[in-house]
């Protein structure tokens, strides 16, 4: 099977950054597709970013120029680095990587607060 480990999420200021980690281990080599949803309690989940086939990358509206994809598909590892944090960002982050099938991080809780 293939495993999400993800790693970096914390608490932190407005105004600060973070940085987001995600490693795919498993039978599946290399992963065409990952990224980034994030899940706030009574909210639905949201994409946050993702990198498709080709480095295309797509980024939630309430992110862009602040939030950064990228990925290092040798290893089958994707990050998040997050920049200018507001509150609303406040959430659990969840890895997602395709191959035949989707699979899941755990989450990783990312909270903005003073």
């Known amino acids: 099977q293939v495993q999400l480990v993800e790693s970096g999420g914390g608490l932190v200021q407005p105004g600060g950054s973070l940085r987001l980690s995600c490693a795919a281990s498993g039978r599946i080599f290399r992963i065409d597709r990952m990224g980034w949803f994030r899940q706030a309690p009574g909210k639905q989940r949201e994409l946050v970013a993702s990198?498709?086939?080709?480095?295309?990358?797509n980024y939630a509206d309430s992110v862009k120029g602040r939030f950064t994809i990228s990925r290092d598909a040798a290893k089958n590892t994707v990050y998040l680095q997050m920049n200018s944090l507001k509150p609303e960002d406040t959430a659990v982050y969840l890895c997602?990587?395709?191959?035949?099938?989707?699979?899941w991080g755990q989450g990783t809780q990312v909270t903005v607060s003073s």
């Open positions: 990198v498709m086939p080709g480095d295309i990358t």
């Open positions: 997602w990587a395709f191959s035949a099938r989707n699979f």
